[in-house]
């Protein structure tokens, strides 16, 4: 699957396209198949996020998942700061990732 | 310690107007990304991996105790309740948002602190030894030197897009402990017929090309230095390669021509900018140099240490330095406690660190290129409460120069150019080696992590340096030794095939095993590897 | 004095290859990679020089500017190109007097770019007095 990624203009926050807009968490991406360019390229021009890209992901039973360790981090927070992550109170969260 | 004058106040205070109505601009949508990100870079805002992070530049890595308090502050109101210290003794921020950077850059305003030209294609700011006006080796304090060049940088028309980006720093001790030769420029100030003079090393870096800077001048006059360091980046800015990002730095240009040839260059271009009469008069570095005036300390304060409590001895021997006035010293804080991550500290450890230099240094802190955070000005009496108060904040580590006080860029975990995550391997290597009797029996050893080939972590000046890859989407780590950025600068040599995480902690474990087997007496581990070469270093790792 | 440019009925500036080989011409071009200096011998018949900036990012005009107001050409000294408003300022200081963007600069912001710097740390090629000037009398 392909997802759309990006981060916020504002905040600078990790942002996934849900399909219709964008969320803070790889749970709500959608997959964008072949219309990344399409969608990427207007988004951009609506100036809501900033250097968005395509990456490949996969489905899993826990939801979409990037293919590349970068964007598991990106998704997820910095790993050596649980407690900064998506998930501060999920002590497994760090294990999809790596 | 420097103080803005009316016009260093009004110079600030113009780029803060001017950063915020680029944000302005940018968030209306008036200019693109393409056009907004070299003005947000020269602004010291990045975006990385999670957020926009914030460089803030320590000139010459000098702070008072009310900008320390004010690192802090930023820390607590816009960030998450810690920064991190830098390689080039600079702090950042890892969760700013765009839209607070201007009332950030405003805050840091009022305590006469920015981030300008913190990255970008141009000079960025200036480095220094963090012992300077305290070590017992110096002929006189680089700092003067360093504001005058960071007043001739700053802003610079003609040098804001270069090739690539431009950092200088400046020493004045025979030791180097701000890897002089690793710069664009490396300034060394020297004595010369009972006068100073700035000798010039030109080309260093460090990178995906490493290369130690050859001497170019031996000795600039005070009155000739900002001409001659501008001639030698106007050659830069002309000849330096714009065709490949890789191939952009200074130190590809000196290499190509030959550092005879860059020389003669420079040379020439020199005798026609020295006649434009850009160099300041001897009175504004005087102006300059009596604000850095040492403090008053009294050279009769009892010079003994009450070594009764061990723990605090132990921490005596490992992090504290000799003074050049008698009855002081200088404390090094580590910013390296064991598991830690390197570099970081959260707003209480900061404000406390401000607190004790306002109460025990006057008022003086210095951030170090190797991620920790010194005192330079304590009386030998005050140590033990210092050290009670650091000990409490989980700021008494005695690892100053051990294996544990790792250097390690931000890798993965933050940083978008990086390819492997460097925090995880240094707290691994940390951890293996926790006890402190191993870690003093292996004596100094330099450990420099880097994420990516752009080397922020220092790898190839580490004495044992780790290179982070991305091998087909796994991360690897290759292992270099023999590298040092002092004094005995060198380079380091890769070792062979690369390791995973855990790996690569073993393979240290046997070099060091190897080190203790071969040693001869009082060899520091750089030393028996200069002395007996790779071979039965990469015996001992791959068998 | 600092204008935007409206190149009707002005010469044609020619390439420096072409300047340096026909002595008539008036106005030349200078590409980011040639020599400021192969003009000094023939400033003084000069009435136009325009320094090219195909990106943003290549800083060489600046170099070529400065040099040319320091060898003391005293004619128009025009950047053109991909000629931003954040950079303009900067222009001036190295001796620029025109401008010709690609893209046309918003007046507003030009105005407030140029007004933005009270003084300046060094001395360039614009003849501001540098701040350490100013310190000291």
Same mark, same amino acid.
């Given at each position: 699957?392909?997802?759309?990624?990006?981060?916020?203009?504002?905040?600078?926050?990790?942002?996934?396209?849900?399909?219709?807009?964008?969320?803070?968490?790889?749970?709500?991406?959608?997959?964008?198949?072949?219309?990344?360019?399409?969608?990427?390229?207007?988004?951009?021009?609506?100036?809501?996020?900033?250097?968005?890209?395509?990456?490949?992901?996969?489905?899993?039973?826990?939801?979409?998942?990037?293919?590349?360790?970068?964007?598991?981090?990106?998704?997820?927070?910095?790993?050596?700061?649980?407690?900064?992550?998506?998930?501060?109170?999920?002590?497994?969260?760090?294990?999809?990732?790596? | 310690?420097?103080?803005?004058?009316?016009?260093?106040?009004?110079?600030?205070?113009?780029?803060?107007?001017?950063? +915020? *109505? @680029?944000?302005?601009?940018?968030? &209306?949508? #008036? $200019? /693109?990304?393409?056009?907004?990100?070299?003005?947000? =870079?020269?602004?010291?805002?990045?975006?990385?991996?999670?957020?926009?992070?914030?460089?803030?530049?320590?000139?010459?890595?000098?702070?008072?105790?009310?900008?320390?308090?004010?690192?802090?502050?930023?820390?607590?109101?816009?960030?998450?309740?810690?920064?991190?210290?830098?390689?080039?003794?600079?702090?950042?921020?890892?969760?700013?948002?765009?839209?607070?950077?201007?009332?950030?850059?405003?805050?840091?305003?009022?305590?006469?602190?920015?981030?300008?030209?913190?990255?970008?294609?141009?000079?960025?700011?200036?480095? +220094? *030894? @963090?012992?300077?006006?305290?070590? &017992?080796? #110096? $002929? /006189?304090?680089?700092?003067?030197?360093?504001?005058? =060049?960071?007043?001739?940088?700053?802003?610079?028309?003609?040098?804001?897009?270069?090739?690539?980006?431009?950092?200088?720093?400046?020493?004045?001790?025979?030791?180097?402990?701000?890897?002089?030769?690793?710069?664009?420029?490396?300034?060394?100030?020297?004595?010369?017929?009972?006068?100073?003079?700035?000798?010039?090393?030109?080309?260093?870096?460090?990178?995906?090309?490493?290369?130690?800077?050859?001497?170019?001048?031996?000795?600039?006059?005070?009155?000739?230095?900002?001409?001659?360091?501008?001639?030698?980046?106007?050659?830069?800015?002309?000849?330096?390669?714009?065709?490949?990002?890789?191939?952009?730095?200074?130190?590809?240009?000196?290499?190509? =021509?030959?550092?005879?040839?860059?020389?003669?260059?420079?040379?020439?271009?020199?005798?026609?900018?020295?006649?434009?009469?850009?160099?300041?008069?001897?009175?504004?570095?005087?102006?300059?140099?009596?604000?850095?005036?040492?403090?008053?300390?009294?050279?009769?304060?009892?010079?003994?240490?009450?070594?009764?409590?061990?723990?605090?001895?132990?921490?005596?021997?490992?992090?504290?330095?000799?003074?050049?006035?008698?009855?002081?010293?200088?404390?090094?804080?580590?910013?390296?406690?064991?598991?830690?991550?390197?570099?970081?500290?959260?707003?209480?450890?900061?404000?406390?660190?401000?607190?004790?230099?306002?109460?025990?240094?006057?008022?003086? =802190?210095?951030?170090?290129?190797?991620?920790?955070?010194?005192?330079?000005?304590?009386?030998?009496?005050?140590?033990?409460?210092?050290?009670?108060?650091?000990?409490?904040?989980?700021?008494?580590?005695?690892?100053?120069?051990?294996?544990?006080?790792?250097?390690?860029?931000?890798?993965?975990?933050?940083?978008?150019?990086?390819?492997?995550?460097?925090?995880?391997?240094?707290?691994?290597?940390?951890?293996?080696?926790?006890?402190?009797?191993?870690?003093?029996?292996?004596?100094?050893?330099?450990?420099?992590?880097?994420?990516?080939?752009?080397?922020?972590?220092?790898?190839?000046?580490?004495?044992?340096?780790?290179?982070?890859?991305?091998?087909?989407?796994?991360?690897?780590?290759?292992?270099?030794?023999?590298?040092?950025?002092?004094?005995?600068?060198?380079?380091?040599?890769?070792?062979?095939?690369?390791?995973?995480?855990?790996?690569?902690?073993?393979?240290?474990?046997?070099?060091?095993?190897?080190?203790?087997?071969?040693?001869?007496?009082?060899?520091?581990?750089?030393?028996?590897?200069?002395?007996?070469?790779?071979?039965?270093?990469?015996?001992?790792?791959?068998? | 004095?600092?204008?935007?440019?409206?190149?009707?009925?002005?010469?044609?500036?020619?390439?420096?290859?072409?300047?340096?080989?026909?002595?008539?011409?008036?106005?030349?071009?200078?590409?980011?990679?040639?020599?400021?200096?192969?003009?000094?011998?023939?400033?003084?018949?000069?009435?136009?020089?325009?320094?090219?900036?195909?990106?943003?990012?290549?800083?060489?005009?600046?170099?070529?500017?400065?040099?040319?107001?320091?060898?003391?050409?005293?004619?128009?000294?025009?950047?053109?190109?991909?000629?931003?408003?954040?950079?303009?300022?900067?222009?001036?200081?190295?001796?620029?007097?025109?401008?010709?963007?690609?893209?046309?600069?918003?007046?507003?912001?030009?105005?407030?770019?140029?007004?933005?710097?009270?003084?300046?740390?060094?001395?360039?090629?614009?003849?501001?007095?540098?701040?350490?000037?100013?310190?000291?009398?």
């Amino acid at each position: 699957m392909k997802l759309l990624t990006g981060n916020d203009l504002k905040t600078g926050f990790v942002t996934w396209w849900t399909g219709a807009d964008w969320s803070l968490h790889i749970e709500d991406a959608a997959d964008v198949g072949e219309a990344g360019e399409a969608i990427l390229a207007a988004e951009e021009g609506a100036r809501r996020v900033n250097a968005p890209y395509i990456i490949n992901g996969e489905a899993t039973a826990d939801g979409p998942r990037p293919a590349h360790i970068k964007d598991r981090i990106r998704a997820l927070g910095p790993t050596v700061r649980p407690d900064l992550t998506l998930k501060p109170a999920d002590p497994a969260a760090g294990d999809w990732v790596i | 310690m420097y103080k803005y004058d009316e016009y260093d106040h009004a110079m600030v205070d113009a780029r803060v107007a001017e950063f +915020s *109505d @680029q944000v302005r601009r940018r968030l &209306a949508g #008036e $200019i /693109t990304e393409d056009q907004f990100k070299p003005l947000r =870079l020269m602004n010291g805002l990045y975006l990385q991996l999670h957020a926009y992070m914030l460089r803030v530049a320590v000139p010459y890595g000098t702070l008072d105790s009310r900008q320390m308090r004010m690192l802090a502050h930023i820390a607590r109101k816009y960030d998450r309740d810690y920064g991190h210290f830098t390689t080039r003794q600079n702090i950042q921020y890892n969760w700013i948002k765009l839209e607070d950077a201007p009332a950030i850059l405003q805050d840091l305003a009022s305590v006469e602190m920015h981030a300008i030209q913190t990255s970008g294609n141009c000079i960025r700011n200036i480095s +220094s *030894d @963090q012992w300077a006006g305290a070590a &017992a080796d #110096e $002929i /006189t304090d680089p700092r003067p030197w360093a504001e005058l =060049l960071r007043q001739w940088s700053s802003f610079h028309p003609e040098f804001s897009y270069l090739p690539r980006k431009f950092k200088i720093a400046v020493i004045a001790a025979n030791e180097d402990r701000a890897a002089m030769r690793l710069h664009d420029i490396g300034i060394q100030i020297v004595e010369k017929d009972g006068q100073h003079g700035a000798a010039f090393y030109v080309g260093g870096g460090m990178g995906r090309t490493p290369m130690i800077a050859p001497l170019i001048k031996d000795f600039v006059p005070l009155d000739d230095m900002l001409s001659y360091a501008e001639a030698c980046l106007r050659v830069y800015n002309r000849y330096g390669r714009r065709d490949n990002i890789y191939k952009a730095r200074i130190k590809i240009l000196i290499h190509e =021509l030959g550092a005879d040839e860059y020389r003669r260059q420079v040379e020439e271009e020199f005798v026609h900018v020295k006649s434009l009469g850009i160099d300041p008069p001897k009175a504004e570095f005087d102006r300059i140099a009596a604000q850095f005036a040492p403090p008053p300390l009294d050279a009769s304060a009892p010079d003994a240490i009450d070594r009764s409590d061990p723990d605090f001895a132990v921490w005596v021997d490992q992090n504290v330095a000799e003074h050049k006035v008698s009855g002081h010293a200088i404390v090094n804080i580590s910013l390296k406690p064991i598991g830690g991550i390197p570099g970081d500290a959260s707003s209480a450890q900061i404000d406390l660190m401000a607190d004790l230099a306002e109460k025990y240094s006057h008022d003086e =802190l210095r951030v170090t290129h190797a991620q920790n955070i010194v005192l330079p000005h304590v009386r030998k009496g005050d140590l033990y409460a210092v050290w009670q108060a650091l000990d409490a904040a989980g700021l008494a580590t005695p690892n100053l120069d051990l294996i544990s006080d790792i250097i390690a860029c931000p890798g993965l975990d933050y940083c978008s150019l990086a390819n492997a995550r460097s925090i995880p391997v240094a707290q691994k290597i940390a951890t293996r080696f926790s006890d402190l009797g191993r870690q003093k029996e292996l004596g100094e050893l330099k450990l420099k992590i880097s994420g990516c080939i752009n080397a922020c972590g220092h790898h190839h000046a580490g004495h044992i340096g780790i290179l982070g890859v991305d091998r087909k989407g796994t991360e690897n780590y290759q292992l270099s030794l023999g590298g040092s950025g002092a004094e005995d600068v060198s380079l380091g040599t890769i070792t062979g095939p690369g390791f995973d995480e855990d790996g690569v902690v073993d393979a240290i474990e046997r070099v060091t095993d190897k080190y203790l087997a071969t040693r001869t007496e009082g060899e520091r581990f750089v030393d028996t590897f200069r002395r007996v070469g790779m071979a039965p270093f990469k015996e001992a790792i791959y068998g | 004095m600092v204008e935007h440019i409206h190149s009707d009925g002005e010469e044609p500036a020619v390439t420096l290859d072409a300047f340096l080989s026909q002595s008539n011409a008036t106005a030349v071009r200078l590409e980011p990679d040639e020599d400021a200096r192969a003009l000094i011998p023939h400033l003084d018949r000069l009435a136009l020089i325009e320094v090219a900036f195909p990106k943003f990012r290549d800083g060489r005009g600046y170099s070529s500017a400065r040099i040319l107001r320091e060898a003391g050409y005293a004619g128009e000294l025009r950047a053109q190109g991909d000629v931003l408003v954040d950079q303009i300022a900067y222009m001036k200081r190295c001796g620029f007097d025109t401008f010709a963007p690609e893209k046309e600069l918003n007046a507003a912001d030009v105005e407030a770019a140029l007004a933005r710097w009270p003084e300046h740390y060094q001395g360039a090629a614009d003849g501001a007095v540098p701040i350490w000037k100013l310190r000291h009398g």
